[in-house]
């Protein structure tokens, strides 16, 4: 939930380097040694965003180990029921899922899933996490514009993810066998839009953060210093998706400047 189609890619890149480093790009200028710069930097810029995100994902791991054995008053399935009440968010259901992270607001059915630990769970990581989720219910029943977006944006993505790799592993081969890059700008385009959804999802996390957070504030559920771990939790959370969203872009312009080197090396 937390990491877009990112690594999936990895193994198009290792295969993209093998082509160009190992073959010769010859037109009216001879050989391009420019071609591996722009391999070279793609997957340095690659490597870091990859770092960036595993430091991120581990710090937050820790942070919510952390949290959860700091016990609070209620579980997280009671914070839940308690603020989506104090929106009069009466119909919204509270249901656990299995597996760990695996929290999500459902608008299409308008439920709050919670993971077994975050249901069960008395802590203040636990309540962090189920106001997070509650924050999303409320931006939906406040039609929060870029919540909208993000739901709208689903389809497109699910399509995207799946066809725009596809055509990318084959436009690379047609290009590599001098069919040119048209079918590979295609797949990049679609690639493109679980980058979009990556980015709007940016906000959506953090508005339900504050929200969350605003809540918390006012409730006495949690005293002054389990807020400030709480926000820690949800601010270490939130960082995964700009990791998720940074490897994205790194992605990306990665495969847009490999293309277009192709497409220049032809001219």
């Known amino acids: 939930m937390l990491i877009i189609h990112f690594l999936s890619f990895l193994p198009l890149a290792q295969m993209d380097y093998y082509h160009m480093s190992s073959a010769y790009q010859h037109g009216s200028s001879g050989y ?9 930097f793609g997957l340095g810029l690659l490597v870091l965003m990859g770092i960036f995100g595993s ?7 820790s942070r919510m180990r952390q949290y959860s054995a700091e016990p609070a008053r ?8 308690k603020m989506l009440d104090s929106y009069g968010l009466y119909d919204v259901e509270i249901t656990h899922v299995r597996g760990q992270l695996t929290d999500h607001y459902n608008p299409a059915n308008r439920t709050v899933n919670l993971s077994d630990t975050v249901y069960s769970e008395a802590s ?7 106001a997070h989720e509650c924050g999303h219910a409320v931006q ?26 596809l055509l990318l592993i084959v436009g690379l081969a047609l290009a590599a066998a001098g069919s040119g890059t048209t079918v590979a700008w295609v797949g990049l385009a679609l690639f493109g839009c679980t980058t ?3 980015l709007v999802t940016l906000p959506v996390e953090f508005d339900a953060s504050r929200r969350a957070l605003a809540w918390l504030s006012k409730s006495d559920e949690v005293s002054p210093v389990m807020h400030a771990h709480a926000t820690s939790a949800l601010r270490w959370a939130a960082m995964t ?11 990306l312009l990665y495969y847009a400047l490999m ?8 001219d």
């Not at 391009?32 to 070279?40: C, G, Q």
């Not at 430091?55 to 791991?61: A, K, L």
């Not at 203040?124 to 189920?130: D, I, P």
């Not at 293309?259 to 032809?266: F, K, Q, Y």
Request: glycine share 6%.
């Open 124 to 130: 203040v990581a636990a309540a962090a996490v189920a």
């Open 196 to 198: 979009l959804f990556a």
């Open 140 to 165: 939906h029943a406040k039609a929060y514009p870029w919540l909208g977006l993000r739901s709208s944006l689903v389809p497109l993505v699910n399509i995207g993810s799946r066809l725009g790799q």
């Open 241 to 251: 998706y700009v990791a998720a969203a940074l490897s994205s872009i790194a992605m």
């Open 74 to 81: 209620l579980s997280g399935a009671q914070v839940a029921r």
């Open 55 to 61: 430091v991120v994902q581990s710090r937050m791991m």
């Open 259 to 266: 293309l277009l080197n192709r497409g220049n090396s032809r």
């Open 32 to 40: 391009m040694p420019a071609y591996d710069t722009y391999t070279l």
